[in-house]
């Protein structure tokens, strides 16, 4: 019986092509959204959870002004708070439960000369410790040490794509010299690979020298960009965001009601956040994706009551040569069926390319959520069955007399 039916539903779209394929558009354009947009917001996330491992173990930041998420998911601070002092850092530091270490940091944008070449860089001022704070450690040379700190030497050390374009090779830079803020810094040591983090900023990018060394004789400045806190693993994140906020806010004077002039979160605060940005893409997806099905049942529905009265004689025939009603049921059903299933089909396969492709070019993930595919198709066959049962009830009681006498 199927393989009847499925030979005159062929036969039967293949005389309305056309009119075939703009049905199924609607179908596949809902798949293709709904999958699409599930499957980009499980690939950012799970890279959010990648570039979360990359901070550090146990590591909260508090950072000078605010943070948001984008629609895309990468975080953005507006740093332009200076009221986030190097006696804040200390006080957190002492006076916060289950924080083991900490390193203050300032970033700034600049220039950076060497070998040359130029490029620009994420200059980050910051403690010895930080290395083992974001678990991020020199490949080649070293980092510099506390009594370098203490004299505000000159000293640096490259992320690897920096010292890559200055100098050609990573590890010719160790023991040369660069040249920023009119003056020569020599580079002791070249950091491992380490890509972006959370917070968007490529790690392989970024210059670390002495945190005395960028406030004093770099910038002049008194301002921190924020403190990076290492907790105990078995910290209480509620205490802990507790405890931050009553020592800045007590240290900035705040009063109550009034704004926060800075920031803090956790690794899990980071990957939370995304998560909230990521679900208005979510949501206006399957907005999108849910319009598109409509569209794509109202064309079944259309194309089916079109096909059922061009194909009065041949239903009057086939009920006078003994076809039950049910059987014109089944054989309108399994049509639309089939012209939904092929444009849903289309749409998870197409989703799937992409991913594949997109992923693999992009360095990201690759998720692959059979149960979201699986449903997708289900429920595209479904939209299909309930768009062409109004047609295949109205083919299931044309009279036989009727299409006798026309």
């Known amino acids: 019986m199927l393989p009847l039916n499925l030979t005159i539903a062929v036969s039967s ?34 890279q959010a ?38 006696a804040d850092a200390k006080a957190l530091m002492d006076s916060v439960p289950s924080v083991l270490a900490g390193t203050p940091f300032v970033t700034s944008t600049m220039a950076v000369r060497g070998n040359g070449n130029a490029v ?11 290395q083992d704070i974001r678990s991020f450690r020199p490949d080649a040379g070293r980092f510099f040490t506390w009594n370098e700190m203490d004299a505000r030497a000159k000293v640096c050390v490259l992320g690897r ?15 040369h010299k660069i040249y920023m803020f009119r003056a020569s810094f020599r580079v002791l040591g070249v950091m491992e690979e380490k890509g972006r983090d959370v917070s968007g900023t490529d790690q392989d990018e970024i210059l670390l020298m002495p945190l005395t060394t960028y406030m004093r004789r770099a910038s002049n400045q008194r301002w921190l960009s924020g403190v990076y806190l290492r907790l105990d693993k078995d910290a209480g994140l509620a205490q802990v965001n507790d405890a931050v906020n009553a020592v800045m806010r007590e240290r900035h004077r705040i009063d109550p009601g009034e704004k926060d002039d800075f920031s803090s979160m956790s690794a899990a605060d980071a990957i939370k956040l995304q998560r909230q940005a990521l679900d208005l893409m979510t949501t206006l997806g399957g907005i999108t994706s849910t319009i598109s099905f409509a569209v794509g049942g109202l064309g079944i529905l259309s194309i ?26 089944r054989q309108f059903l399994f049509e639309s069926g089939l012209m939904a299933a092929v444009g849903g089909g289309l749409g998870v396969a197409v989703t799937v390319l ?21 449903v997708t198709l289900a429920g595209s066959c479904l939209l299909g069955v309930l768009a062409g049962a109004y047609p295949a009830w109205q083919a299931a009681n044309i009279e036989i007399l009727d299409v006798l006498k026309s």
Request: proline letters at 3%.
């Open 120 to 130: 620009n860089a994420q200059i980050l001022g910051c403690w010895p410790n930080y």
């Open 49 to 86: 959870e990648i570039e979360t491992e990359k901070l550090g173990p146990n590591l909260y930041a508090v950072l000078a002004g605010s943070v948001r998420f984008t629609r895309g998911g990468a975080m953005r601070v507006n740093g332009n708070a200076r009221t986030f002092v190097l």
């Open 354 to 374: 992409l991913v594949l492709v997109s992923c693999t070019l992009a360095g990201l993930p690759i998720i692959l959520d059979p149960a979201s595919l699986a």
């Open 161 to 175: 794509k920096i010292a890559q374009r200055l100098f050609g090779r990573p590890e010719l830079a160790v023991g």
């Open 304 to 329: 089916m009551i079109l096909v059922v009265r061009s194909r009065r004689v041949e239903i009057g025939v086939r009920r006078a040569v003994g076809g039950r009603r049910r059987d014109i049921v």
């Open 13 to 46: 779209l293949s005389a309305h092509k056309l009119r075939a394929v703009l049905a199924m558009l609607g179908v596949f354009l809902g798949a293709l959204a709904f999958t699409g947009v599930q499957h980009v917001s499980k690939i950012m996330v799970r």
